[in-house]
């Protein structure tokens, strides 16, 4: 890695005079695969802190724009399904002085007034992806991206554990919706290929009778015809997604609660 070529693209960052003051973006992108739940974190160059793929919000540019551009240049991920799941506005969310720390490394000196040291207010999106077609990219920022399980998180910068566990339960109090936008399915699966999604985003075990009775209460799934795979076994009903999908409750789909009744 060229070290002068970032430093000097960093430098080109914290001169801009186009961004929204305050305001930045910030990305949660969980993962399946293997049925293991994980999150795309970012490394910081020079900094054993990991961070989520965020940035700033051009003047010129809505904020849904600006967390697609900035999900881009962070991780070459585009044309994936982008939430906006809340806004994180606590006084002290960026008390660890990360970026002060990160132009000290680098030998930038900026006066202690600068608006990159100020506060901000980060707008979150998240989106459910098959984290195999994730690539790396290094920008001024960060020197690699990697996947973490959500229960085993590395040392995060600002206060983005928490963006990530607000994340995970708007992901399950949705995942009607979720599930059906991500494509981590494909287009015909079987009842045990939906269960087993489930389980990992929500973290619980169900037994099969009540989640097949349960999820098709939901009116999310047309059955098609049966997945004939020559063996013994009895063949199992193939599903897909409805077009439409809409959860007026906004509840999980299953509980504890009903499981152990």
Same mark, same amino acid.
């Given at each position: %890695? ?10 080109? #960052? ?9 305001? &930045? ?6 993962? !399946? ?17 990991? &961070? ?16 697609? @551009?900035?999900?881009?240049? @962070? ?5 994936? +399904?982008?939430?906006? !799941? ?11 002085? *990360? ?19 100020? @506060? +901000? ?10 984290? &195999? ?18 229960? /085993?998180?590395?040392? %995060? ?15 399950? %109090?949705? $995942?009607?919706?979720? *599930? ?8 015909? !699966?079987? %009842?045990?290929?939906?269960?087993? #999604? ?16 349960? $999820?098709? &209460? ?17 063949? =199992? ?6 077009? @439409? ?7 999980? =789909? ?6 152990? /009744?």
């Amino acid at each position: %890695m060229n070290t002068e070529k970032n430093k000097e693209t960093l430098r080109e #960052l914290i001169d801009t005079k186009d961004f929204v003051a305050h305001v &930045s973006v910030d990305c949660t992108i969980f993962g !399946f695969h293997n049925n293991i739940l994980k999150v795309l974190l970012l490394k910081y160059h020079d900094l054993d802190l990991w &961070s989520l793929p965020g940035g700033f919000v051009f003047n010129d540019e809505d904020l849904r724009e600006a967390a697609e @551009r900035v999900l881009y240049e @962070r991780t070459h991920l585009k044309d994936i +399904f982008l939430k906006q !799941f809340h806004t994180f506005g606590r006084i002290d969310r960026t008390e660890n002085n *990360v970026h002060q720390i990160l132009l000290r490394n680098k030998g930038i000196e900026v006066p202690k007034d600068h608006w990159i040291f100020q @506060r +901000f207010i980060t707008v979150g999106y998240c989106s459910l992806i098959d984290f &195999s077609i994730a690539n790396t990219f290094p920008d001024a920022f960060n020197e690699t991206c990697e996947w973490f399980e959500v229960s /085993n998180l590395p040392k %995060m910068a600002f206060d983005h554990d928490r963006i990530i566990e607000t994340g995970l339960e708007y992901l399950r %109090m949705n $995942i009607n919706t979720e *599930v059906a936008a991500s494509n981590l399915l494909p287009e015909k !699966f079987t %009842m045990k290929d939906l269960q087993c #999604l489930y389980e990992t985003i929500l973290g619980q075990k169900f037994r099969r009778n009540n989640f097949q009775r349960k $999820i098709l &209460s939901l009116n999310i799934l047309d059955r098609l015809e049966k997945l004939y795979d020559g063996s013994a076994n009895k063949a =199992p009903y193939l599903y897909k997604f409805k077009n @439409r999908i809409y959860n007026p409750t906004n509840q999980y =789909p299953i509980s504890n609660e009903e499981e152990e /009744n």
